[in-house]
């Protein structure tokens, strides 16, 4: 008897360590693109059996297929045969010829309508976006949703939900999402004080086992405020004390929202109807959320979702048409830049054929190994010609990637495999000369008061600090 229990023991030991191998390598093998990536999770479920299962379940697993898939197909057709009005009526006469293709590429890889009529503003930090996103909420007659990755319990915390509670107590239809971690950016939440004030509230994916927890590493880093269905407000900033430059601390950051306005609010609000119904089951249909639209500007925009529930890598796709479509610049300012290797070569190739690029990061980065990750990047960059900049004692957190002199893209996405592939992100592509402009003109500002990363800086570095910095760089898919 007893030799028989020490073979079933036997058996258990080897037996479900093997199953749980074989499992995670037939998902592998069959959602995986990337072969690098799929030796090194094989390597790693086999080599290292039950914990190699284990973490490859928290942070391998990169696709989903989520309730609001078929409804978002039908969403998507009803959508363009609403916004049909505002389509241009000639791509040619509308986006400049060099920008057409990419405006083709945009539409196939994004399922989303390029929009006319729009007006888009520049909010530069918190200090000018917060108080007209409150009065917005104030002046709110018949919805407000919001989406956010953080929802801090600070002074802003909590300004945004009395405002809120001010709404409902007017009757104001709310809908509040907030993804699971980012809300635990602060301790204690700001739980307590949304029951209080009976705001209806969801967190986006909140590690409920067995149907999420695979899928704790993908998060909601959207930021989407829509007010009655008419003006959004969309960008880089979550609701933190932090982007409000006039705060003390350590560190200042540097960030830009904008106001939108137009057609393109309808494409927005769908964008958050579809995370809402993903996280709660309930459908935001019709009146009060959408309002038909208004032509309010002269900007051609289209927002644009990508997550991990869509076929393509949207975003991706997308940056990587527009690195080939630039003409004679590319500007980028982002606070995490660690590309995969497409992206890293397509710049490399527009600056040998003679595009100026020019790319301006914090000097001081809030993740270290991001900031060791972007470094071992740099010094191929630097040395093909893309002019690289840090910029001094403040925490650039802004969001931007401009082409030439009339194609802007903004949002929440960062230029890493977090936001490109891990993340549910909503960006917003404009053409637009005057607002290519003013951002032009921003990004001047900064770019002359950063420092320049040159090529001899980078080829000094000590061997601890180039090996520190590669040894990051491995990690550069879950940053």
């Not at 058996?11 to 499992?23: F, K, M, Q, R, T």
């Not at 067995?210 to 969309?234: A, V, Y």
Request: with cysteine.
């Amino acid at each position: 008897m007893t030799d028989l229990l020490d073979l079933v023991i036997i058996l258990l030991l080897v037996g479900i360590p093997l199953i749980l191998s074989l499992v995670c390598s037939i998902h592998i093998l069959l959602t995986k693109r990337d072969s690098r990536a799929s030796i090194a999770w094989m390597g790693l479920v086999w080599l290292a059996p039950v914990l190699g299962a284990f973490t490859y379940l928290l942070f391998g697993i990169n696709r989903l297929h989520s309730r609001a898939t078929e409804w978002k197909k039908n969403l998507a057709d009803h959508r363009r045969d609403s916004l049909q009005p505002f389509l241009p009526d000639m791509l040619a006469q509308c986006v400049p010829e060099p920008m057409q293709t990419l405006s083709r590429l945009a539409d196939k890889v994004s399922n989303q309508p390029l929009l006319a009529g729009n007006a888009i503003t520049p909010l530069f930090n918190g200090d000018e976006a917060y108080p007209r996103m409150l009065a917005a909420i104030d002046a709110a007659e018949q919805s407000i949703t919001l989406s956010t990755f953080i929802l801090r319990n600070d002074r802003l915390g909590k300004q945004f939900i009395d405002a809120l509670s001010r709404a409902a107590k007017r009757q104001v239809a709310i809908r509040l999402l907030v993804d699971y971690m980012g809300f635990r950016y602060s301790f204690p939440t700001l739980k307590k004080r949304l029951r209080t004030a009976e705001l209806h509230y969801a967190e986006f994916m909140p590690p409920n086992w067995p149907r999420t927890m695979p899928f704790l590493n993908l998060r909601n880093h959207r930021k989407l405020l829509i007010i009655d269905g008419r003006i959004g407000f969309t960008g880089g900033m979550n609701i933190s004390d932090h982007h409000c430059r006039n705060k003390r601390q350590c560190v200042p950051i540097e960030d830009i929202h904008f106001v939108v306005e137009g057609p393109v609010v309808t494409e927005l609000q769908t964008i958050f109807t579809e995370d809402w119904y993903s996280s709660t089951g309930e459908k935001l249909e019709g009146h009060p959320w959408f309002s038909p639209p208004e032509t309010p500007g002269s900007t051609l925009a289209r927002a644009i979702a990508d997550g991990p529930d869509d076929r393509f890598n949207t975003l991706r796709q997308l940056m990587l048409g527009a690195i080939g479509s630039a003409q004679t610049r590319i500007r980028i300012m982002t606070p995490y830049f660690v590309p995969d290797a497409s992206l890293e070569e397509a710049l490399i190739t527009a600056s040998l054929r003679g595009i100026q690029i020019q790319l301006l990061l914090p000097g001081r980065n809030n993740l270290k190994l991001v900031d060791w990750a972007c470094r071992h990047h740099l010094l191929e960059l630097v040395r093909q010609g893309v002019e690289v900049r840090f910029g001094p004692e403040r925490f650039i957190h802004s969001k931007l990637f401009m082409l030439d002199e009339s194609w802007t893209l903004f949002g929440s996405a960062n230029w890493d495999n977090r936001s490109l592939v891990l993340n549910f992100e909503c960006n917003v592509e404009c053409y637009d000369d005057w607002l290519t402009q003013q951002l032009n003109q921003h990004f001047d500002t900064q770019f002359a008061q950063a420092i320049p990363v040159t090529l001899s800086e980078l080829q000094q570095q000590s061997l601890p600090v180039r090996l520190r910095n590669a040894a990051a760089g491995l990690l550069s898919p879950y940053l």
